[in-house]
């Protein structure tokens, strides 16, 4: 599995706000760098967090180096429309008009799908761009979506605006972006949840909605923050049984402190295994638990040994 999922030009990360797209990018990046392909993780949306895990702040429109084998670049649309316009108005001075002008603003802001198609636009770039003797800049495009609503908008809208428009360059140019989206040769679609509620119940939905609607299934999903399963049920009500036990509990506190904690990890474990068990139920994709971190601001070396498990995954 791991020489497949490497082996593609796009991987497209996706999942509701607040699952760990990001940390499941940065780990995926890792890994890929790790076999030997170079590259790119390209930030989408209102989210700016990759070049906080490796401590840069915003990551650049242009392409960075981030780490051995890993750049980083961020997509802000209104740019790469000011980039379109100078380089298909063939008079410079009337591009510059456009683009200063206040309608130009309005426009960017108000036209739907345009900054969808400038982002995907982008994407196809530099996964057409070429390095050394003319092979591919970057091996690998990891593509840190934005959360969920806005990532299947992101991903429907070139053959919405296909069916829309009917013809013209615009159209002509979406094409191109729509058969590298649904060319699974080329093109992974990997979705991010957690073992909850909402987000699988989004995630599900998104499933669906990417096989039918986009013809782009989902190849893995990721649980995120998965608590380990460490105490049996029979474990769990000596647990109980000794919490309940005043004689015992009166002579250390911090016996009570660590039988509560464990209480409370085994209560966590039972609840999220009903919504485990529910992702998996007409999961067609590879399923991969990550397990949970108990820290605040994951960074590159948390990162790491996220790599490393999702290596001896995919094996």
């Not at 700016?48 to 670049?73: C, H, M």
């Not at 992974?188 to 096989?211: C, D, H, M, Q, Y």
Request: aromatic share 8%; charged share 25%.
């Amino acid at each position: 599995m791991s020489k497949e999922i490497f082996s593609k030009r796009l991987i497209f990360v996706v999942g509701k706000g607040g699952v760990g797209k990001t940390t499941l990018s940065v780990s995926l990046a890792l890994a890929a760098a790790r076999s030997g392909k170079k590259t790119l993780i390209v930030e989408v949306g209102d989210a700016d967090s990759v070049g906080e895990v490796f401590n840069i702040g915003t990551l650049p429109q242009t392409p960075r180096k981030l780490y051995s084998n890993i750049w980083g670049a961020r997509i802000f649309s209104k740019q790469v429309l000011e980039d379109y316009i100078n380089t298909h108005v063939k008079l410079s001075f009337v591009a510059n008009q456009i683009t200063r002008s206040k309608l130009f603003e309005h426009i960017a802001a108000a036209t739907p799908g345009l900054k969808e198609v400038m982002t995907l636009g982008q994407i196809w770039r530099w996964e057409q761009e070429k390095g050394v003797s003319n092979y591919p800049k970057y091996d690998l495009i990891i593509v840190d979506a934005p959360a969920t609503g806005h990532g299947t908008s992101l991903l429907k809208l070139p053959k919405t605006l296909i069916d829309m428009l009917k013809g013209g360059p615009i159209v002509e140019q979406t094409k191109i972006v729509h058969e590298m989206l649904t060319d699974k040769n080329k093109t992974w679609l990997t979705l991010v949840t957690l073992p909850e509620e909402l987000p699988v119940n989004e995630s599900i939905e998104f499933r669906n909605t990417a096989k039918n609607d986009i013809n782009m299934p989902v190849k893995i999903t990721f649980i995120n923050g998965v608590y380990s399963e460490l105490f049996s049920e029979k474990n769990f009500n000596v647990i109980d049984n000794l919490l309940n036990n005043k004689k015992f509990m009166n002579k250390d506190k911090l016996n009570d402190y660590i039988l509560k904690v464990a209480k409370n990890h085994y209560i966590r474990r039972n609840i999220q295994k009903k919504y485990i068990c529910k992702i998996k139920e007409k999961a067609e994709e590879l399923i991969i638990e990550i397990p949970f971190y108990f820290i605040n601001d994951i960074k590159v070396k948390d990162s790491e040994q996220i790599a490393q498990l999702l290596i001896n995954k995919l094996k």
